[in-house]
């Protein structure tokens, strides 16, 4: 986004949420809320890079539908390639996601092994790495659906408790490797049960329960540029 031939280069790797956390300055990205109707905002490298020097360089790296097996193909390329200062991994949802409503989710057991086949390509090559944790799928308890894809009480219960798993395998990696944490399910299912008093399925930090609206991304923003400035 910033260009400069001596610039650090910050890269974001991920599925759809970082796919959609860039877009061309002056151009924002349009949604169609289901609370709020349409509206434009800008995503959260985007908001970012308005905040950084002009010698940092960010990347954004985001395929939607990926999980961390759409990760190992293509992170030589997109990551070790560019030979990065700082590299934010963030995935995790389609993992859980699609267990549920296609099938093709990921073990956690695949989960934490290709992570950890990253992770360790990426700091042998001496970049920061900042690990995140998957937000959410839905922001109430009970009942929802994403997609026109219905789930009932029961397996929302089991998909709360996968991220909450998933979460921990990124903790215990941040640990293992000493990579910073950026502990994003925590922040958002804080904010949600602080705020959702009406328990709605979508609102606050998303428009669909899982993909960020305004101020999701403002607060992903927030949190991430403590590690680049």
């Known amino acids: 986004m910033s260009s400069c031939d001596n610039s650090s280069k910050v890269i ?6 970082t796919q959609n956390a860039v877009n061309i300055k002056g151009d924002a990205i349009i949604i169609n809320d289901s609370i709020t ?22 990347i954004g790296k985001g395929v939607g539908g990926d999980k961390v097996s759409d990760l190992l193909p293509r992170y030589e390329e997109d990551v070790l390639s ?23 989710g990921t073990d956690i057991d695949l989960y934490e092994t290709g992570l ?4 360790s390509d990426i700091k042998n090559q001496g970049a920061k790495i900042v690990l995140c944790t998957p937000t959410l799928i839905g922001e109430n308890s009970g009942e929802f659906t994403l997609v026109n894809q219905f789930k009932d009480v029961e397996t929302m219960e089991r998909m709360n408790a996968d991220l909450d798993d998933f979460s921990d395998v990124i903790r215990k990696l941040s640990k293992e490797f000493n990579t910073e944490l950026l ?7 804080t904010y949600v049960s602080e705020n959702n008093h009406n328990n709605k399925p979508s609102g606050l930090l998303t428009y669909d329960g899982v993909h960020l609206n305004e101020l999701g991304g403002k607060t992903i923003a927030d949190e991430m540029i403590k590690f680049i400035n």
């Open 12 to 17: 974001f790797l991920g599925d759809s949420i």
């Open 116 to 119: 950890r086949q990253i992770i």
């Open 37 to 58: 109707g349409y509206h434009e905002y800008s995503g959260f490298i985007t908001l970012i890079d308005e905040k950084i020097n002009d010698d940092i360089k960010l």
């Open 82 to 104: 560019l030979n990065p200062d700082i590299v934010f991994i963030y995935i995790g949802i389609n993992d859980v996601w699609h267990k549920y409503d296609y099938g093709t």
């Open 183 to 189: 502990d994003l399910r925590d922040i958002f299912m």
